[in-house]
């Protein structure tokens, strides 16, 4: 049991130091932080930073895939919620408008979560279709313009500091212990756990598996929000033709990447968010280092691949049985 | 080549066949024996070990021990593609076809008739059209396949098989969803085939068509051969005690003293309870304390029943109550607020969650029923595991270990565990000893009687006979999705259960009116 503890976050926590140390051979000054204005800088503060939104999703989505489902409408989902933040900032407050992106965060999920459990339609089918209108939603609020604004209480959200640190990042932080709390604090863990395992024995145990299925749906719709505001807020604008592109795979990419099988079980939030990070590692250190960003998208994927493997019992097996050749032979 | 038309020798011969599952031992030395020109049936109750020696001879699976010969020549076919060349053909209860393609192109699927690469379209419907014509069948050939009855996909697959030169046909419950007039029609064919030489093997749990169409039977039980008879001299009682139970001689003094439960209080009672095309409306009182046990054949709505009362299947008509008070059984979760519990019979996709540990199997129902703001703590669980793990003796002894990799008989315990865990006042077990060897077996069977003994009511199906008289206060029998017949007291043994699973439908009617 000791033995297995350790085990579980290995793979992710060494690779991460891996590009870690890679970034800081490309870029020397790559672990340097500085204090200016009350505020840190670095290379690594801007890693968090960037990595906000889709360590954001990724919680929402890991408990999603937790119950053998996937979500890509979260991208969409943020360019609505950004959108409508943007829209509101100028002439009402943060608190109404953090309410309205958030709750049409939470429409959306509770729009995918209906068709999924109640329905019973296949999650990818379920949440392409509002990967598709959810843009069309968002141009639509935005009147297919760039809508800006200077609220400053939205840009702090965005651009300010707490303790030093990125006010994103701080969000960020603090979702992850909330839903960590609620997640497994009550017995929702185990319950989304069981039901991602096997539904049809869940059920028969008396597990409501409808509504695990449909609040893991909802959190992600407010996941999906919270990261959409806080991009809108990072560039002082909304742009619902760009804003949270293509990121549902960066965050698929992060669950799979922190340890989550795509046919559901266990899951862990932090491996997760510790997904995201290692993404977004990578990312920083290909553009620091000079190399065109195309590079980027193949690098990912030996560093996916990488990952992958180690934790694939097959492969460990097989490494295994190298090891123990290679043992024989001296 | 010539051995084959030799009447005297056998189509196919399978000899001393074995075939292990890791531990569990599927098939042990069966030998099974087909003449050309007849129709074979193959039966036996769930887990039995048809479909593995269907697999067996059909190089699905790769089989232990034993031989195979085909027309006397030993074959050893390791693919579908290879065994269908030997010329054994298998046709499945769930058609493999493409119901998207058209009956012709099903029909020509890989050996299409071609001219300079093309697909000669014309040429391939007419022959489609000759082939089925053959079958008494006269069809669009051009139509897809979905649009026919599963009837005729059946004689497509079949004409299909046949057309591919297969000398053995075999028809794994080719009549589970065809209505009487369709069976009909499947059966002329059969016999069509028969005469032109085929040996066919007919596997199905309908014992009236069994003996419509069969000129032979061999029965397996529990991956053993029981035995081969002819069809029109076997006794339909004997038959069934070849099925499901041991000879009458070694079980009858092995049921326990009676208990007295007479004056015990009824823990749930069901009044004319059924659902339309499931189970005929029943009555069932299950009394705090007694064992009732559901007899029946396959099929015959044993599981059925259970799922009905214990919620997973809602009912259409009649009342449930508990002690005395009417009740609404809608899903699992009313099941379990109402104190129900309900271990499968399918283990593997109904019971257990495979990926999660003991611990965390055990207490899956409590915590369902407590609800989420109620969660139990961590010491709490590591409290009820270790508890339960050391009550029914879970092996090994680790809370922590993922169920997936116990042993069928501890995987059984672990979902015994888990209702017992949210002590409950009944207990529908299906199948319990399924699959388990022998020394959790008898352990599984005394918990069964321990549990009675504090006032647990349980509801218990099995197709071990000697197994239900031993520990059942009352028997209840099944035939045809209906509850035909209660036995209680004395009345319960192994020859009146068969005796009423046996009985025609006159004398039940009979029986009725007495």
Known sequence: MTALLPRRGLAQILALIVILAVDRVVSPQFFDLRLQDGRLFGSLIDVLNRGTPVALLSLGMVLVIATRGIDLSVGAVMAICGAIAASLADSHGLPVVLAAALGAGLLCGLWNGFLVAVLGMQPIVATLILMVAGRGIAQLITEGRIVTFSSPDLVWLGNGSVLGL??????????????????????????????????????????????????????????????????????????????????????ILAVVIGGTSLFGGRFSLVLAVLGALIIQTMNTGILLSGYPPEFNLLVKAVVVLAVLLLQSPKFSGLAGIAARLRRTKA | MENSLDPALPLLEVRGISKSFGAVRALQEVDFTLRAGEIHALLGENGAGKSTLIKVV??????????????????????????????????????????????????????????????????????????????????????????????????????RAVDLSARVLILDEPTASLDRHEVEILFRIMRQLAKRGIGIVFVSHFLDQVYEISDRITVLRNGRLVGERETASLPRLELIRMMLGRELAETTSARAATREHQAREVCASFENYGKAGYVAPFHLELRHGEVVGLAGLLGSGRTETARLVFGAERADRGQAKVEGAPVRLHSPRDGVRHGFGYCPEERKTDGIVAELSVRENIVLALQAKRGLHRPLSRREQDEIARRYVKMLDIRPPDPERPVGLLSGGNQQKVLLARWLATSPRLLVLDEPTRGIDVGAHAEIIRLIRDLCDDGLSLLVISSELDEIVTYSDRVVVLRDRAHIEELAGEAIDVGNILAAIAADGAAVALEAHT
């Not at chain 1, 039901?195 to 598996?209: D, F, I, K, Q, Y």
């Not at chain 2, 119901?99 to 489609?128: C, H, K, T, W, Y």
């Open chain 1, 166 to 251: 990125p006010v994103p990042v701080v969000i960020a932080l603090g979702m992850l212990i909330l839903t960590g709390a609620v997640v497994r604090g009550s017995a929702l863990g185990l319950l989304i756990e069981a039901t991602g395992g096997n539904a049809r024995a869940s059920e028969l145990a008396g597990v409501g598996t409808r509504a695990m299925i449909l609040s893991v749906y909802v959190w992600c719709g407010v996941c999906a929000a919270l990261a959409g505001v806080i991009a809108a807020a990072d560039i002082m604008g909304a742009d619902a033709n760009n804003a949270g592109l293509w990121l549902e795979l960066d965050a």
């Open chain 2, 58 to 159: 059909t190089g699905v699976f790769p089989r232990d021990a034993g031989i195979v010969r085909l027309g006397g020549e030993e074959v050893a076919p390791r693919s579908a593609k290879a065994t269908l060349q030997a010329g054994i053909a298998t046709v499945y209860q769930e058609v493999n076809l493409l119901p998207n393609l058209s009956v012709a192109q099903n029909l020509f699927l890989d050996r299409q008739p071609m001219r300079f690469g093309i697909v000669r379209e014309g040429e391939m419907r007419r022959r489609a059209k000759a082939l089925l014509a053959d079958f008494g069948l006269d069809i669009d050939v051009a139509a897809p396949l979905g649009n026919y009855s599963v009837a005729i996909q059946h004689v497509t697959a079949i004409a």
